[in-house]
């Protein structure tokens, strides 16, 4: 994505930076995002503290941080088994999910067959491996880190989260 960036016209500006150790500048932004449970995939407390931490840095005052995790329910109850094996699409797949209770890790082995390919069909690998915060120490961690008016919504509403929510939606201010 970053070297697609560069090809616009003009140029985007784009970087790689680890999110616990962000290669910003302080008080530089009014708003960050990050979806798609993009910090499900911060396995480690400490890390997703440290992201947090440095979400609160890098915002100007007043500027809103918006992110959204997989909760424990969806990834303990296999959400992500599934697969669309029997369609006709170009790209087809099948995902196996493997909870682990005492890490409160994931593990997603996923399977690709592309048959979009000029020359013939691909098969494709990937393995994903994310975590489960539970809704208040997720809240707890953005408190100790700075940020105040914190927010949380079960996915695509405005409902409060709740144990049988799948994705929480949070929004945080740097005041």
């Known amino acids: 994505m970053v070297r697609q960036c560069m090809t616009q016209q ?12 962000l290669a910003l500048r302080s008080d530089a932004f009014d708003l960050i995002v990050s979806l798609y449970d993009s910090l499900n995939y ?14 609160w840095r890098v915002l100007k005052p007043g500027g809103l941080f918006i992110f959204d995790l997989n909760t424990e329910r969806a990834l303990a109850t296999g ?3 599934q697969d669309n094996m029997y369609t006709s699409e170009q ?3 099948s995902w ?17 067959f592309y048959n979009g ?8 690998r990937e393995t994903h491996y994310q975590r489960a915060y539970d809704h208040e120490e ?11 008016r914190l927010e949380a919504y079960s996915a695509y509403s ?17 005041e």
Not at 117 to 123: S, T
Not at 141 to 148: E, Q, S
Not at 160 to 173: E, G, K, L
Request: with cysteine.
């Open 10 to 21: 003009p140029p985007l500006p784009a970087i790689v930076s680890d999110a616990s150790h």
């Open 42 to 55: 911060i396995l480690d407390p400490h890390g997703l503290a440290s992201c947090f931490r440095e979400a």
């Open 79 to 81: 959400l992500f088994t």
């Open 91 to 93: 790209l087809q797949y």
């Open 96 to 112: 196996e999910a493997h909870w682990d209770r005492t890490t409160r890790i994931c593990r997603v082995d996923m399977l690709y």
């Open 117 to 124: 390919v000029e020359n013939g069909p691909r098969q494709f």
């Open 138 to 148: 997720v809240l707890a961690m953005l408190k100790i880190a700075g940020f105040v």
């Open 158 to 174: 405005f409902r409060a989260v709740t144990p049988r929510s799948d994705r929480a939606y949070y929004v945080a201010r740097k």
